[in-house]
């Protein structure tokens, strides 16, 4: 991704986390600008994730296959362009998505999905994020933990909207 954003002539909002992360993608992986990687195969519900949540959001995904649900995980690095085809294909195909970033719900990752799915699908979305008010100060995983951006956080989430679409 920081090669691509060397290399772009225009604007570009890259976020670095502060702590180590899990890699998810091999080395030889090339960022691809207004698409998202499919990480994940499932066909009940889809979350889409991208930065430092997306390895929390992977162990969501391996708690709710434990309970017999099959969620697709989508990694959407570039949240404009966003890629309308596979985020409109998999709330066609899962019939419910679930967003999940560390920042705001509001705008981001989780507006540019709700928009999108408003306008041309018919599945509900639940965004996950930080709510509308001034940043606390902690740890990483304090923070985290208390917007409800943990694997069980996140399958809970899951688990709630997939009773609402039922």
């Given at each position: ?9 225009g604007?570009v ?8 992360v899990?890699?998810i993608?091999?080395?030889d ?11 994940r ?9 991208n930065?430092?949540v ?12 434990a ?15 966003l890629?309308?085809a ?27 999905v ?5 306008r ?7 965004v ?14 304090w ?10 956080g996140?399958?809970?989430a ?9």
């Amino acid at each position: 991704m920081l090669r691509w954003a060397h290399g772009h002539d225009g604007p570009v909002y890259v976020r670095i986390a502060r702590e180590p992360v899990p890699a998810i993608f091999d080395t030889d992986h090339v960022f691809r600008p207004g698409r998202v990687d499919v990480v994940r195969e499932g066909s009940d519900v889809t979350l889409v994730a991208n930065g430092i949540v997306l390895h929390r959001t992977l162990a969501a995904a391996e708690a709710l296959a434990a309970e017999g649900v099959e969620a697709r995980v989508l990694a959407a690095a570039s949240v404009k362009p966003l890629d309308d085809a596979a985020i409109l294909a998999a709330a066609r195909e899962t019939g419910a998505i679930v967003t999940v970033e560390e920042g705001y719900a509001a705008g981001g990752l989780g507006g540019a999905v709700s928009e999108l799915v408003a306008r041309e699908a018919s599945a509900p979305v639940r965004v996950l994020g930080f709510g509308d008010a001034f940043a606390a100060t902690g740890s990483v995983d304090w923070l985290l933990a208390q917007a409800g951006l943990t694997p069980a956080g996140i399958a809970a989430a899951a688990r709630d909207l997939l009773r609402v679409a039922a």
